[in-house]
């Protein structure tokens, strides 16, 4: 089955600077990655996605890219905030007999925005 | 309002007193799953469920049981509950499985503590 690694496990920046969260997947054949975001008490919230046939994907001050040969994808933050405080979770899809229906997590980022 | 709905919040019971932790969603969803979530080790999934009637182990079943019964429904029960599922869980749900154009939409958690 897929095995996701994501690092680091924490992360402490300070407001305006740029933070990156990287994973890896084993399974070649997975095509989905998303990332979650949990603040502190609260449920994880999807924040971005990309799926394999795309090399990067922006939303404002968020982006993930993915390098399918090394299997490995990153979330990127640029001109953190304070609230960007969370811990981050990165997922890759698992299954079998040509079926994904499973989304693997990674252990987690926790990040601190300093102001 | 679209959600999914936990309950309870928190939960403190003895070792081997059977429970049940419901979950509810109102999107019409056909896929659900139950996650665990511990330090250090991410959200590990438990059980899952494509449709009424369909569900299939994650990759931590051991002491759990779930049913769907209904489509909007998805309860887990614990039928003799140790301290090791002292942990923190969630329901989750998507239109369809997480691994196509639909992310997760999770519930609010349920803290659940065994002595």
């Known amino acids: 089955g897929e095995n996701v690694e994501q690092h680091p496990s924490t992360l402490s920046v300070q407001e305006g600077d740029s933070a990156v969260i990287k994973c890896t997947y084993s399974d070649s054949a997975s095509n989905y990655f998303p990332w979650y975001k949990q603040e502190l008490g609260k449920r994880p919230q999807l924040i971005i996605d990309?799926?394999?046939?795309?090399g990067e994907k922006k939303d404002q001050r968020i982006a993930v890219t993915l390098n399918k040969t090394a299997k490995h994808f990153s979330l990127h933050i640029t001109e953190t905030q304070p609230e960007d405080s969370a811990v981050y979770f990165c997922a890759a899809p698992d299954g079998f007999s040509g079926g994904y229906n499973k989304l693997i997590f990674g252990a987690g980022t926790r990040l601190a925005v300093h102001p | 309002e679209a959600q999914v709905t936990q309950n309870p919040r928190y939960l403190i019971t003895v070792t081997g007193k059977k429970l049940t932790v419901t979950c509810s969603q109102n999107m019409n969803h056909e896929y659900m799953s139950w996650y665990r979530q511990d330090p250090g080790l991410g959200l590990r999934q438990i059980y899952y469920s494509m449709n009424v009637e369909v569900t299939d182990k994650g990759d931590v079943p051991e002491g759990y049981k779930v049913s769907r019964k209904e489509k909007r429904n998805f309860p887990l029960i614990l039928e003799s509950p140790s301290p090791n599922q002292t942990s923190l869980y969630f329901c989750?749900?998507?239109?369809?499985?997480?691994?196509?154009?639909?992310?997760?939409?999770f519930g609010s958690g349920t803290r659940l503590t065994v002595v």
């Open positions: 990309i799926r394999s046939n795309v």
């Open positions: 989750a749900s998507s239109l369809s499985d997480p691994t196509g154009n639909y992310g997760y939409t």
